[in-house]
């Protein structure tokens, strides 16, 4: 079994996402640094690329991922790696993390 650079935090987060022929909604069910899977009724293909808005709350803007790829789908999931997020983004989003693992007790 591969093991992960970064700890993936369970959560239920609305998303959207879309790419050169396709868009959609879902709800991402686990996130970390380096990634995220998503449940939705878009089906998506691994080796798709896609931009991303996820929802952390209501208050605050969607973190935005300018460039993700689909590493694997199945049934009505599919796992994204984010492969550019400006450097804004990305401490938004290690802050929101962050705040998810001290939640978990570690």
Request: charged share 25%; hydrophobic share 35%; with cysteine.
């Amino acid at each position: 079994m591969e093991s992960r650079k970064h700890l993936r935090a369970a959560v239920q987060l609305p998303i959207s996402f879309k790419g050169d022929s396709i868009s959609g909604e879902g709800v991402v069910f686990n996130l970390s640094l380096e990634g995220c899977a998503v449940g939705s009724d878009t089906s998506i293909k691994p080796g798709s690329y896609l931009q991303l808005r996820i929802q952390t709350s209501q208050e605050e803007l969607p973190i935005e991922v300018e460039l993700s790829a689909a590493r694997w789908s199945e049934g009505r999931e599919f796992g994204l790696e984010f492969i550019r997020i400006r450097a804004e983004e990305q401490e938004r989003l290690r802050q929101f993390v962050k705040t998810l693992e001290a939640g978990n007790g570690s």
